[in-house]
C-alpha cells in the first residue's frame, strides 16, 4: 500500500485543519494506521492510531496532548483516514505524517510501521 498525506496549511490558534491520508494499491482498513508529527528539534511523536476494521483487540488511541481535540475517521470507499485537528495550537506545530502497519497491533512507536506516506506540513500561528 503506498500512502499519501495531505491537508497542511497555516492556520491561527484556536482553528482546525482535516488531514488526509489517502491510501492505494490496498484496501487501508485492513491496516492500522498511524499519524505522528515531527516539530523542529524534537523528536517524531504519536499522535492517534486507528485499529483495522477486523481486529478487536483495541480501539483508536490519541496521545495526551490531542485528546479531545483531534479526531480521527475514515471513509472506506475512499480508502481514506483523515485527521480532524481542532482547537489547534502553537505547538501543534509540525509536519505530520500517516504510516501504516502490516502487523496486528496499535504501537504508538514509530518504528513499529513499515509503510509511510509524505508529510504534510500544520503551521499554527499564535
Known amino acids: 500500500v503506498q500512502l499519501q498525506a495531505s491537508g497542511g496549511g497555516l492556520v491561527q490558534a484556536g482553528g482546525y485543519l482535516r488531514l488526509s491520508c489517502a491510501a492505494s494499491?490496498?484496501?487501508?482498513?485492513?491496516?492500522?494506521v498511524g499519524w505522528f508529527r515531527h516539530a523542529p528539534g524534537k523528536e517524531r511523536e504519536f499522535v492517534a492510531v486507528?485499529?483495522?476494521?477486523?481486529?478487536?483487540?483495541?480501539?483508536?488511541r490519541y496521545a495526551d496532548s490531542v485528546k479531545g481535540r483531534f479526531t480521527l475517521s475514515r471513509d472506506n470507499a475512499k480508502n481514506t483516514v483523515y485527521l480532524q485537528m481542532n482547537s489547534l495550537k502553537p505547538e501543534d506545530t509540525a509536519v505530520y505524517y500517516c504510516?501504516?502497519?502490516?502487523?496486528?497491533?496499535?504501537?504508538?512507536?514509530?518504528?513499529?510501521?513499515?509503510?509511510w506516506g509524505q508529510g504534510t506540513l500544520v503551521t499554527v500561528s499564535s
Open positions: 494499491g490496498r484496501t487501508l482498513s485492513a491496516y492500522t
Open positions: 504510516a501504516a502497519r502490516t502487523y496486528i497491533g496499535i504501537p504508538i512507536a514509530p518504528e513499529s510501521y513499515d509503510i
Open positions: 486507528f485499529p483495522p476494521v477486523t481486529w478487536s483487540g483495541g480501539s483508536t
